[in-house]
């Protein structure tokens, strides 16, 4: 008696997750199919006093990182559970163990979040934290500042994050990208709809950061030259 009471009750907890998978799974959304999926997001811009303090975090510390590459992206966003990632091509290494060029990997920010509740939504649309930079161009040639290596348990994602000191996601355009300021779209919140940024590297509020931007790449690439 004591089996058939067992396997009752196991029969009942397996048929109630299937139930609960099916109903989590009819909300589930692949922003992977899509072609501009980032058009689906609002995205937050950086006030101009919290802009010159993360440089200036950035001034001081981001020679200590862990790891310090530049990287050729190779992909878009790979969408996965509440964050994303996105692929990459070592073209140098300038610190890091383990690292060579041709390597090709993963990067996650340490500061990227979707959320899709219902009850965080701005003008309708979800919002993705992306560390105030926009996704890295396929093609181009990015300097990078990671942390260390994830442990995912899976030979297909090797995946390196940054670290979540840098609320300023730590990625670099070796190239020059014209970032146009803009305003938010409410009084009360800094968001706005990703499409007006699209073409910025930067999700900044004036020129006056943008002129700050520029001097703090000139530094950089001025210390980590491309080969």
């Keep these: 008696m004591k ?4 396997l ?9 997750s299937m139930g609960i998978g099916i109903y989590c799974k009819s909300f589930y959304m692949d922003f992977n199919k899509e072609k501009h999926a980032l058009d689906n997001f609002a995205v937050a811009l950086i006030s101009d006093n919290f802009f010159e303090s993360q440089l200036q975090h950035m001034e001081e ?14 992909d878009t966003f790979h969408y996965r559970y509440s964050c994303v990632t996105q692929k990459v091509k070592i073209v140098s290494v300038f610190k890091g163990e383990n690292l060579k060029e041709d390597d090709v990997f993963e990067v996650a920010r340490a500061a990227t979040l979707l959320s899709l509740n219902e009850d965080a939504l ?5 919002l993705i934290n992306m560390g105030y930079i926009n996704e890295m161009i396929p093609g181009k040639t990015y300097l990078i500042f990671l942390d260390r290596k994830l442990e995912t348990y899976s030979e297909r994602d090797i995946i390196y994050t940054q670290s979540d000191s840098f609320i300023l ?23 706005i709809n990703y499409k007006k940024v699209k073409n910025n590297e930067f999700f900044i509020m004036s020129e006056e950061s943008n002129e700050k931007i520029a001097l703090m790449k000139d530094k950089l690439f001025s210390k980590y030259k491309l080969n």
């Design 3 to 6: 089996i058939k009471y067992v």
């Design 8 to 16: 009752v009750i196991t029969l009942i907890i397996v048929f109630v």
């Design 61 to 74: 510390n981001l020679d200590a990182s862990n790891i310090i590459l530049a990287v050729q992206c190779e």
């Design 122 to 126: 701005f003008n309708k649309m979800p």
């Design 169 to 191: 996601a730590p990625i670099f355009c070796y190239e020059n990208i014209t970032n146009i300021p803009q305003n938010p779209e409410d009084e009360f919140s800094t968001y």
